[in-house]
């Protein structure tokens, strides 16, 4: 599974999506105990996209909070994104921090 990652990142695009919260792998492995499962593995994704979204929050905080509904960037584009994330992911998906926390989870 994929969730939002750490709540100081918390912006109007959290509220668009309905999310409740935004979580730390540590706090989703809590989640996983809670729920009768153990973590197989935790990581973050998305690393390059805290700067921007800490840029989107500073000016969140400056000015009105309107969540807007993204576009689809063009096929080009989307797949420049895509392939970008995948670089890395490889390079830095171990690093402690991201725009989200991915996980696997399995039954006790």
């Not at 706090?27 to 729920?35: H, I, S």
């Not at 992911?89 to 926390?101: I, N, Q, T």
């Amino acid at each position: 599974m994929t969730v939002p990652a750490f709540q100081w990142l918390w912006t109007a695009h959290d509220d668009l999506n309905h999310h409740v919260a935004r979580y730390t792998a540590d706090e989703l492995r809590r989640v996983f105990d809670r729920a009768n499962l153990v973590a197989v593995e935790t990581g973050y994704m998305f690393q390059s996209l805290v700067l921007a979204k800490l840029l989107v929050r500073g000016r969140e905080a400056l000015t009105s909070r309107v969540a807007r509904v993204p576009t689809i960037p063009p096929a080009a584009l989307n797949s420049a994104i895509q392939a970008w994330f995948t670089v890395e992911y490889a390079l830095a998906g171990r690093l402690p921090f991201g725009g989200s926390v991915v996980a696997i989870a399995a039954p006790r």
